[in-house]
């Protein structure tokens, strides 16, 4: 009888708890035993570990988070340490492991994969720029939190004729950004990817008063140069040249913590499944990801080597459809 490890590890996404559902019910299906890993590759070292059965992910599809908790462990970056997690995960008797988590993630699911170990890595994070997939889980449920805040705020922007600055999250990726703009009708969008004159935002937001806008919405990636603080100051000082007044509202960790929609939840558990069907087909250091509709596999080696870049023409049309 083989017996897995499943883990989340990294920022928390809503889906996550989908996908471990998948992976346990796939796999006891198949006669194996699945070992839950609290706290991420942290909780690996530690050996919080739990014996996962079918009731145990019971009731969990619609929650967001993760049952098993996660966590960044840099203490997991140290070569040492990655010795004794494959020491722990034999004392264990886990003869395969499934990742559940974003960059930093699959970049500890690779490592762990070149000494030797069969990993396979499901990609989960709001930023969705995790090379190997089209979209990862919680993308869609983050989007759609963006959204009504949006749809809220530009309520209460036409009320007063304000310009509203609405911040959300990415790190470095302004995916979520770009697309919340695109679907919120934004004036205008700041992004990580792109250099941004604080003065050409200016002019968009001038621009707009000077059609007769009731309003004006700029959003902005948290990792771009100028974020919503150091826009918010730019702007503090012309704010005379704008004409609109100006608010500013960051949307923060609220995007993370929803209950998955739809789309993420059916997406964690296509994941999921797919990642037992490697394992079970010894197709294993790959991670599972989507292309155009369908379901494929990325080497590690590539998603810890390459970076994932925004669509150019969703640019350019973020671009005409400002105007």
Same mark, same amino acid.
């Given at each position: 009888?083989?017996r ?14 989908a ?7 796939m ?21 919080d570990?739990?014996?996962?059965g ?12 993760t ?11 140290a ?6 997690a ?5 004392t ?9 988590g ?21 990609p ?8 190997g ?9 983050a989007?759609n939190?963006?959204?009504e805040a949006i749809?809220?705020?530009k309520?209460t922007?036409?009320?007063h004729? &304000?310009?509203f !600055?609405?911040e959300? *999250?990415g790190?470095?990726s302004?995916? #979520? $950004?770009?697309?919340?703009a ?6 205008a ?7 941004t004159?604080p ?11 000077e059609?007769g ?7 902005v ?16 000082q ?10 500013s509202t ?5 995007q993370?913590?929803?209950?998955p ?12 499944a ?6 079970a087909?010894g ?21 810890a080597?390459? &970076?994932?870049? !925004?669509?150019?023409? *969703? ?5 005409? #459809? $400002?105007?």
């Open positions: 009888m083989k897995i490890g499943v883990l989340t590890s990294g920022g928390d996404a809503p889906g996550m708890n996908a471990i559902r998948a992976v346990v019910r796999a006891l299906s198949r006669g194996w035993d699945v070992t839950g890993i609290r706290h991420g590759f942290g909780g690996l070292l530690n050996g570990v739990r014996p996962l079918s009731r145990d992910v019971g009731e969990i599809m619609q929650r967001g988070g049952m098993l908790g996660s966590a960044r462990s840099p203490e997991y970056d070569p040492d340490a990655r010795e004794r494959l020491d722990r995960l034999r264990e008797r886990i003869q395969a492991l499934i990742v559940i974003g960059n930093g993630s699959q970049a500890g699911a690779h490592a762990l994969s070149c000494m030797g170990f069969p990993v396979v890595g499901i989960s994070t709001i930023d969705n720029d995790v090379y997939s089209d979209m990862t889980i919680g993308v869609d449920t989007l939190v963006a959204l749809d809220r705020l309520t922007a036409s009320s004729r &304000r310009a !600055l609405i959300v *999250m790190r470095e302004g995916y #979520l $950004a770009l697309m919340a695109v679907a919120g009708g934004a004036e969008v700041v992004l990580p990817e792109r250099k004159d003065e050409d935002v200016a002019l968009q937001i001038r621009e707009a008063w059609r806008k009731a309003h004006a919405l700029i959003v990636a948290q990792g771009a140069m100028y974020n919503a603080a150091k826009l918010t100051e730019y702007f503090d012309h704010r005379e040249r704008m004409g609109f007044d100006l608010r960051t949307l923060g960790y609220v993370r913590g929803s209950d929609t739809y789309a993420d939840r059916m997406l964690a558990t296509r994941f999921g797919a990642a037992v069907d490697c394992v087909e197709h294993c250091g790959v991670l599972v990801g989507l292309k155009g509709a369908s379901l494929s596999t990325t080497e590690l080696s590539e998603v080597t390459h &970076r994932k870049t !925004l669509d150019s023409e *969703m640019l350019a049309l973020a671009e005409v #459809l $400002a105007t």
